[in-house]
């Protein structure tokens, strides 16, 4: 079977690597690459996977949105999303899934099984921190807290949240017992922080999304406070494996996964 990435720019993605070793380990002759396609040429779509002749792929930035006209069916939660970042097709249909937002929950429970009981703090309100909201949401005995820079940004959640900003966030760190960054601040600069984390409580668990560099400075400063940290990594495995579950039916061996994904960070 034949799989990709779909994004652009993609000359950088772990999941080519990630993918093709979960094959080989699992004894299958399976192939994953990943395609550019520009904003521009994504008309052409059906025609590239065609010509690839891919049995699945996965969707990234810029394209998660993009992808859904193309779509002949979508599931529930991706609808409700509006985003999808695996395509499973079956006998021509293109059917689409999200698998963000289950890869971060899984990694969470994993390090943090009393979900249900904590209060939850997201920075960020963009796709990834819907995709996991949702995901959050029914697991929860308490609201979730969403921070965002734009309260804007919130108009179309369907989800009862308590919507506050960057600077109350900051202000009630201390009353979270799992505070997750899911901005994209902290990959480019070592010293970049979205909030500040002074009242940061020793007992909260602290974790980013984000895996490149796979530890960020929101990560570093909650690690010297002597906070337990959970990077974006689990999150990429994860969501890895539940597309290979979508194409395939079958168990992925994520241990294998994260080790070679290691090796290139
Ligand atoms: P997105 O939809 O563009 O959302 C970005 C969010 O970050 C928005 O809430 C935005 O706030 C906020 N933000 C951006 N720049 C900011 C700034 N300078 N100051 C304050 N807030 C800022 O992006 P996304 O798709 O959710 O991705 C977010 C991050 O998650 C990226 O770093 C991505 O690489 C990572 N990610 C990781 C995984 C994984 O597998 N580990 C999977 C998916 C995504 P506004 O609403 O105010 O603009």
């Known amino acids: 079977m034949n799989f990709a990435v779909i994004g652009h720019p993609i000359d950088h993605s772990l999941s080519p690597i990630m993918h093709n070793e979960n094959f080989k380990i699992n004894g299958e002759d399976s192939t994953y690459k990943a395609i550019d396609i520009p904003e521009e040429q994504f008309h052409l779509i059906k025609e590239i996977v065609r010509k690839e002749s891919l049995d699945g792929f996965n969707v990234t930035i810029p394209h998660k949105e993009r992808i859904i006209p193309y779509l002949d069916e979508i599931d529930e939660q991706s609808r409700h999303l509006g985003a999808v970042n695996t395509v499973k097709i079956t006998n021509g249909k293109w059917i689409g899934h999200n698998t963000d937002g289950i890869g971060y929950v899984k990694g969470l429970k994993a390090i943090y099984p009393d979900l249900e009981n904590a209060y939850i703090l997201m920075i960020g309100a963009g796709g990834a921190s819907k995709g996991i909201a949702n995901e959050l949401y029914p697991h929860l005995n308490n609201k979730l807290t969403i921070a965002n820079r734009t309260l804007d ?28 960054n899911t901005t994209p601040i902290g990959m480019k600069s070592e010293s970049e922080l979205i909030i500040n984390l002074s009242n940061l409580d020793p007992d909260t668990l602290v974790s980013d999304i ?18 337990t940290i959970l990077n974006g990594l689990d999150m990429f495995i994860n969501q890895g494996a539940e597309s290979y579950k979508i194409w395939t039916g079958k168990e992925p061996n994520i241990k294998h996964m994260k080790k070679v994904v290691l090796k290139y960070l």
């Open 210 to 227: 984000i895996y490149t560099p796979l530890k960020t400075a929101f990560l570093s400063k909650a690690e010297e406070n002597g906070n």
């Open 153 to 180: 940004r919130f108009k179309n959640w369907s989800i009862d949240i308590n919507a506050i900003s960057l600077k109350e966030a900051e202000r009630s760190l201390s009353e979270f017992d799992i505070v997750i």
